[in-house]
Nanobody
């Protein structure tokens, strides 16, 4: 298992930007895909973005493509989510997640059930 701690959430006006960070500890970070998920009030948790263990591939939910960017720094055991042009519908608790299997195929990056390690979440609120 890996321990994950998110930071960087907050309140921002529509059109603004935030950068979420996730610090990992406890296992070989660089061997695992990492992802961000979010859960809005009254809704199920949904996929936002994922990045491969190599850092060379990324996938995004259609709702955030062109606005959000996921990145990782394996030397710092960290993953980031840069969120630009935020919209009120982006309001949610954002969770960092670590994949359950090392060196997994990238086709598995978006499947929530394949993520075994989760952070406590960080609140993002976008006002209109």
């Amino acid at each position: 298992q890996v321990q994950l701690v998110e930071s960087g959430g907050g309140l921002v006006q529509a059109g603004g930007s935030l950068r979420l960070s996730c610090a990992a500890s406890g296992r070989a970070f660089s061997a695992y895909h990492m992802a961000w998920f979010r859960q809005a009030p009254g809704k199920e948790r949904e996929f936002v973005a994922a990045i491969s263990w190599t850092g060379s591939e990324a996938d995004y939910a259609d709702s955030v493509k062109g606005r959000f960017t996921i990145a990782r720094d394996n030397a710092k055991n960290s993953v980031y989510l840069q969120m630009n042009n935020l919209k009120p519908e982006d309001t949610a608790v954002y969770y960092c997640a670590g994949h359950s299997r090392p060196y997994s195929p990238t086709v598995l990056m978006m499947r929530q059930n394949d993520y075994a390690s989760w952070g406590q979440g960080t609140q993002v609120t976008v006002s209109s």
